[in-house]
């Protein structure tokens, strides 16, 4: 296993579109998370899943943005209706869960919305 | 509501300097605090991790320590390499909340 993968790396968009990103975390990570991180700024966090269950959201994720873990694998995270303010880094962590909550992180995928 | 800060945002030093790196957080009731480096345009890549119960960690030329009552931890670079290069961010993950990143220190370390 090489570690946590998130497709695509680089996406660009117009305001109002809907975009996806996937994340594949390291297999026998149950914990995922999301965070988005703006230039000069550290990640912020958006979400996490323990297995496939959405266990806490950050008020940054607005009704425009919905992340799933159908079946504690993989997970995606989609914006909707697009804006420019939701141009940033968009990083993908896992962890072991409560034996080790080292998080290791995916290469982020870069989100630029014209 | 936790906060984090890193000083100083930004640090050049000759090679082989030692050198330390501060963190700073406001709710002293952490379960952990977790040291990264981020190269430019790149995720995360985690050094150390130190739970709450713990004084220090020790990687390599690595060392981290936790002082929870005065809300500081300190990540400690022996004989700084160019290859050092890098943003370095302090997370921290408090009892109820998820975790949360300070501003990073970005270190420059010239040949």
């Known amino acids: 296993d090489t570690g946590v993968s998130q497709d695509p790396r680089h996406k660009i968009t117009k305001r109002g579109q809907n975009v996806t990103f996937r994340c594949d975390p390291i297999?026998?990570?149950?914990?995922l998370y999301w965070y988005r991180q703006t230039l000069g700024q550290g990640p912020e966090f958006l979400t996490y899943f323990q297995n496939e269950a959405q266990l806490e959201k950050s008020r940054l994720l607005s009704d425009r943005f919905s992340a799933e873990r159908p079946k504690g694998s993989f997970s995606t995270l989609e914006i909707q209706r697009t804006e420019q303010g939701d141009s940033a880094m968009y990083l993908c962590a896992s962890s072991q869960g409560t034996s080790s909550e080292t998080q290791y992180f995916g290469p982020g995928t870069r989100l630029l919305v014209l | 509501k936790q906060e984090v800060t890193q000083i100083p945002a930004a640090l050049s030093v000759p090679e082989g300097e030692n050198l330390v790196l501060n963190c700073s957080f406001t709710d002293s009731a952490i379960y952990n605090l977790q040291w990264f480096r981020q190269d430019p345009g790149k995720g995360l890549t985690s050094l150390l991790l130190?739970?709450?119960?713990?004084r220090e960690q020790t990687s390599g030329r690595l060392n981290a320590s936790l002082d929870k009552s005065s809300g500081r931890s300190t990540l400690y670079i022996a004989a700084s390499q160019p290859g050092d290069s890098a943003t370095y961010l302090c997370?921290?993950?408090?009892?109820?909340?998820?975790?949360?990143f300070g501003p990073g220190t970005r270190l420059s370390v010239l040949p």
């Open positions: 997370a921290v993950r408090t009892y109820g909340q998820n975790f949360v």
């Open positions: 130190i739970q709450s119960s713990q």
């Open positions: 297999s026998e990570h149950n914990r």
